[in-house]
């Protein structure tokens, strides 16, 4: 059975829109668009947006820097580099046929590039040779793009990223190359466009819009019929809010409460069983809180709280953690240790000497959400 697929054409399209030179409305220095994890961020881009950029007559390469987390961001976009130049090998002349383009381009969204040798030229090369191959514009996707941040070579990636971009679009002729930016860490994509230091200073980041209404009201639609069962489109929405626009929960929800409904013989209840969910995950992150020490618990509720405006050695700060710890004083060198362990479980990030930023957004969703009542 094919998995389902609700399509976002529209965007896929208005994204494209901005492929263009035009001054006004292009985006000939990138788009940066972030949304949280497990979203169908990733699914849109190979099955909406790739098939609209090759229909507008532009060639797309997406290159998820999280499809080997061991390799170093670099690694892998060379690879992808380099897949596309093998697979574009035997096309006869520069001008490739529409069928020829989407067989390479497909191919190479669904097959990994672990076992393929890396691109030995320069970044900006490579891209140059794919334009000249295919004779048209470039829409270059990295997906996850925040991962660059973790070495050298993932920034020197952005930095060659960058000067392929400047070099291809400020010549008088020939393909241009538009970058597209997605990640599931806002902050950690801010940290391509903030600063005078960032590889595409002078960006913004942008959010990527979440499915809606819509998408539900296809998805239990398409559910009834097949099952002849009866939701009801405010229940599908309030269970798809409360698992936080997660289409593969969303689905999982649904598929469960059917099938337990009808051994059960009791009516379903989509709302329930969405909290139920919610409630797992939200136990999962509360053990991991138990385990932490009284002083790291306060550390990190006081970021949630914070913001970008945690400031973890200020003076306020020691007394409000104190304070939540249930202890006489904190000093610097306990709050030092302690965040320092919050970074090692990956429930901080520290982009910079005294900056730091809440790693897991789930923990940061649960917390607030408690805070609201949500």
Do not use: C
């Not at 529409?98 to 490579?126: C, D, H, K, M, W």
């Amino acid at each position: 059975m094919e998995v389902f697929h609700y399509p976002r054409s529209e965007l896929a399209a208005s994204i494209v829109r901005q492929m263009t030179p035009d001054p006004i409305f292009g985006a000939l220095s990138g788009l940066h668009l972030a949304a949280p994890r497990r979203t169908g961020k990733s699914t849109f881009l190979r099955r909406d947006l790739a098939p609209a950029v090759l229909e507008a007559g532009k060639f797309p390469i997406v290159v998820d820097l999280w499809e080997d987390r061991s390799r170093d961001p670099s690694d892998i976009m060379r690879r992808r580099i380099g897949q596309t130049l093998e697979h574009l090998k035997g096309a006869a002349g520069k001008v490739l046929e529409r069928s020829r383009l989407r067989q390479v381009s497909a191919f190479g969204f669904s097959v990994g590039i672990a076992n393929l040798e890396p691109y030995s030229g320069t970044i900006p090369e490579g891209l140059e040779r794919i334009g000249a191959e295919v004779s048209r514009d470039i829409v270059l996707v990295v997906d996850e793009a925040q991962q660059a941040l973790v070495s050298d070579g993932g920034m020197n990636t952005m930095f060659a990223l960058k000067a392929a971009r400047d070099a291809m679009n400020q010549r008088q002729e020939g393909p241009r190359l538009f970058l597209v930016m997605t990640g599931s860490h806002r902050s950690k994509l801010a940290e391509l466009v903030l600063g005078s230091k960032a590889p595409f200073y002078g960006g913004s980041v942008q959010d990527f819009p979440v499915l809606g209404k819509d998408f539900v009201r296809t998805l239990i639609e398409q559910v009834g019929a097949a099952r002849n069962v009866k939701i009801t489109l405010d229940d599908g929405v309030a269970a798809f809010e409360t698992l936080r626009y997660r289409p593969e929960a969303f689905m999982k929800a649904l598929r469960d409460e059917i099938f337990e409904a009808a051994l059960s013989g009791e009516p379903i209840n989509l709302r329930r069983r969405a909290e139920d969910v919610r409630q797992d995950l939200w136990g999962n992150l509360e053990a991991e809180l138990d385990g932490l020490s009284g002083v790291q618990r306060a550390l990190l509720e006081a970021l949630m709280e914070s913001g970008d405006s945690f400031s973890p050695f200020a003076a306020q700060t020691l007394k409000e953690v104190a304070q939540r710890a249930g202890v006489g004083e904190v000093t610097k060198s306990a709050v030092q240790q302690a965040m320092r362990v919050l970074v090692d479980h990956e429930l901080v990030w520290q982009p910079g000497s005294g900056r730091y930023a809440v790693d897991n957004q789930d923990m940061l969703d649960m917390y607030l959400r408690k805070r609201d009542g949500a």
